[in-house]
């Protein structure tokens, strides 16, 4: 499953009085998707969150706000890929469905996680564990 974890370079405009930083953009970085939820998740500096798995749905992380450090593992939990974003290297991450998965504060600052999803998360196909990498 780790395969099907991909990475993709997103367009960044940048403006004097502030950048702009695409996100979603149908057929260009995106298959289509209907786009039913968009969430945020702060995360602080040296903090870990996951490990989670969702059996059900896939996630588009893009991080328009900080540096974050994205860890995923194979099903015999061995660590098989890790992905830095962020504001200088700013790129979405799609996971699929299936894929155990932290991400780590790497920013001095807070730093902000966007995640758009084809479904509504209601929880009720997540995983959790605590494993340390």
Request: aromatic fraction near 14%; hydrophobic fraction near 35%; charge should be positive.
């Amino acid at each position: 499953m780790i395969k099907k974890v991909f990475i993709k370079k997103l367009a960044k405009f940048e403006n004097k009085k502030g950048d702009v930083l695409i996100c979603y953009k149908e057929k260009i970085y995106d298959k289509k998707i209907q786009i039913k939820e968009i969430y945020f998740t702060k995360i602080k500096y040296k903090k870990v969150k996951g490990w989670i798995k969702h059996s059900k749905l896939s996630c588009n992380f893009t991080v328009p706000v900080g540096k974050v450090r994205f860890i995923f593992m194979d099903k015999n939990h061995s660590i098989k890929k890790k992905i830095i974003i962020g504001e200088k290297n700013y790129k979405k991450i799609y996971v699929p469905e299936n894929t155990w998965f932290a991400f780590e504060g790497l920013s001095k600052k807070t730093s902000l996680v966007v995640n758009y999803l084809d479904q509504i998360n209601d929880n009720s196909d997540i995983l959790k564990k605590d494993f340390n990498f």
